[in-house]
């Protein structure tokens, strides 16, 4: 079985996969990152956790062959393609109140914090807690002495990633809306999901 998805600028998707679910994730027309969260399907206290990621593989950003680990330390997802080659673990969720901070909105407009529980709602599911995000296709930059900056995404059309899933998990993917930042080239596009496999 396979199935296609696209997640728009300012929207999240949760889906539930099977364990040998190979999921695609491409950026459709350039300079689009998107925020991935992934929860073990029957115990969603168990999560994909960023900095345990971070520690097991021993980089700050994952490269092809690397896999994403929750905190329990166990592997949950595989990364066997990447066409981009830049992904972020550092970074939060956007939201409601960085937004405000960052970019001087008032409040009203949310982030992908946000759209992230509203389409585990949708599912009818409540974590006991939303872990930090994996950015895929976002880039990072950390200097000698410790400062970051974040640069425009640089996947190209049609680039992205295939992922091997390696526990059943709830896998959320969201996509920002921001006009004035890097990390959609200012130009928010959507992303597409390409499930085949174990569904």
Not at 58 to 87: I, M
Request: proline fraction near 8%.
């Amino acid at each position: 079985m396979s199935e296609d998805i696209i997640v728009k600028p300012g929207e999240a998707k949760a889906l539930r996969l099977p364990k040998g679910t190979v999921l695609g994730i491409r950026d459709l027309e350039g300079h689009q990152s998107c925020e991935i969260l992934a929860f073990v399907a029957d115990d969603l206290s168990e999560y994909l956790d960023c900095s345990v990621t971070m520690e097991i593989i021993g980089r700050l950003f994952p490269t092809e062959k690397s896999k994403f680990y929750s905190n329990r330390y166990e592997p949950l997802l595989t990364l066997v393609e990447d066409t981009v080659g830049s992904h972020d673990l550092l970074q939060p969720a956007t939201s409601a109140d960085s937004r405000r901070l960052f970019l001087g909105e008032d409040g009203s407009r949310k982030g992908t914090r946000e759209w992230s529980i509203a389409a585990l709602t949708h599912l009818g599911l409540k974590p006991p807690h939303i872990p930090r995000p994996a950015h895929l296709f976002r880039s990072t930059v950390v200097d000698d002495e410790g400062n970051f900056a974040m640069m425009e995404t640089p996947s190209k059309p049609g680039h992205g990633v295939v992922l091997s899933v390696e526990r059943p998990i709830i896998l959320v993917v969201a996509v920002s809306d921001d006009e004035i930042s890097p990390i959609t080239g200012c130009n928010p596009t959507p992303i597409r999901l390409e499930i085949t496999g174990a569904v």
